[in-house]
């Protein structure tokens, strides 16, 4: 099976909820995952459409075929028989900055608090028996751990229920430094472990209509980042010992080498 991901921002493996009453019209982007009927590779797959209130002026766009990358190509490389491609950007794609927008965290706990008929919050310990990986916790750093929780749906067999939702499911921790709030979230990216544990299933990644950049690729890590106004993303796919991968993403109004620094915390680098 070939996948080829255009992915203007993230790939995610996503059931969504509905954001409510938090005005992010203009300011998200849509995020979307293809996922399997019981993680069969042979299975047709479906799509997800959702918001995310932090990363703007960004889409992705998945499909499966033999699909051609229509924009300019700045960098490629293969990552564990993965093809990832950073297209070029448009000025009408970068923002200036807005300080008075909340926080990722802010509006995390808006949603939490309006959604809890279909959302519910766990621990760390609950969460290392519900999640599929093994959580990656973590070394010691000058960023300051002061929350950490996962968010898992109460039905398991919740499913999207229109384009406007958002998948709030995975692992959360939430950092502070110098007066800033990061949010670190990690789930297993099981399109990729797929395509890793697999070699006979194909995939390719584009980031593009964004100024995205390569920050690191090795055998167990492909790192990507993207800066636009105030936020900072810093996308990480960590291949694990038995060869799942994880993603993790990293937001926050931080310079780049420091969302690096606290990513590196987390991959024991």
Known sequence: MNNDMN???????????????????TKV???VYCFHGKHRLHRKQRWAFRKSPVWIAMSILLFIATASVSAAILYKTTWNGVQVYIGGNTKDTIKTANTNEPSYKEKLETV???SADIWKTISLDEAEKEFPFTLLRPQASKFSLVKSLGVVPQDKNYHVKSADEW???GFYDIFQWNQHDIMVRQNMDVEMTESVQNPKKTMSMT??????????????TLAIFMANGTEKLLIVKYKTADSKVISIELEGDIAKEDLVKLAKAYVGK
């Open 7 to 25: 992915v203007n921002s993230l790939i995610r493996r996503m059931k969504e909820t509905r954001l409510p009453e938090v005005d992010v019209t």
């Open 29 to 31: 982007m849509q995020r």
């Open 112 to 114: 939490l608090s309006k």
């Open 167 to 169: 998948w709030l499911g």
């Open 207 to 220: 980031f593009q209509d964004s100024p995205w950049e390569s920050v690191e690729v090795d055998d167990d």
